[in-house]
């Protein structure tokens, strides 16, 4: 079975703005499937954001295109392999124009800060204990002896 590929669309007011950001995130855009109404993102060999102009993501749609720096639509998680590769990728998308539209979140076994591109777009990295995701954050955090809660009780 071929692996499922994912793309995920999302609208720009700006698109070489976007494109910059994206790069500067350590992201690469691939010329094949980028012109003056779009660019393809790769996130890796099976994941890619499409960052469209928002007059092109509305002829996918009968939808109304919504504002992302007001309105949530999605909310895309990326996970990294520590905490200050959560930290390391947050200082550089804050150095190439986007914002932290609220506090970090330390759960003990998870760590997550937040990351709005220059359109608002909302992309969060995280990084998760191995140990949490194979037993489930209560018994992790158990076995730590810590006394925080889950993400499923917080």
Do not use: W
């Not at 999605?74 to 609220?102: F, H, N, Q, T, Y």
């Amino acid at each position: 079975m071929t692996a499922t590929s994912i793309f995920v669309n999302f609208p720009t007011t700006d698109l070489d703005r976007a494109k910059a950001f994206y790069e500067a995130l350590g992201f690469r855009i691939n010329p094949d499937f980028t012109d003056e109404n779009a660019a393809c993102v790769v996130l890796s060999d099976t994941i890619y954001f499409m960052v469209l102009k928002r007059e092109y993501l509305a002829t996918f749609t009968d939808k109304q295109i919504i504002d992302p720096k007001t309105h949530a639509q999605m909310s895309i998680a990326l996970s990294r392999d520590s905490r200050d590769e959560v930290d390391e990728v947050l200082a550089k998308g804050l150095s190439a124009g986007g914002s932290e539209p609220r506090p970090a979140q330390d759960l003990g076994f998870m760590y997550s800060r937040d990351l709005d591109d220059p359109d608002g777009n909302n992309l969060s990295f995280l990084f998760m204990e191995q140990a949490a995701a194979e037993q489930g954050p209560d018994a992790y955090l158990a076995e730590q002896g810590a006394d925080q809660p889950s993400a499923a009780t917080a």
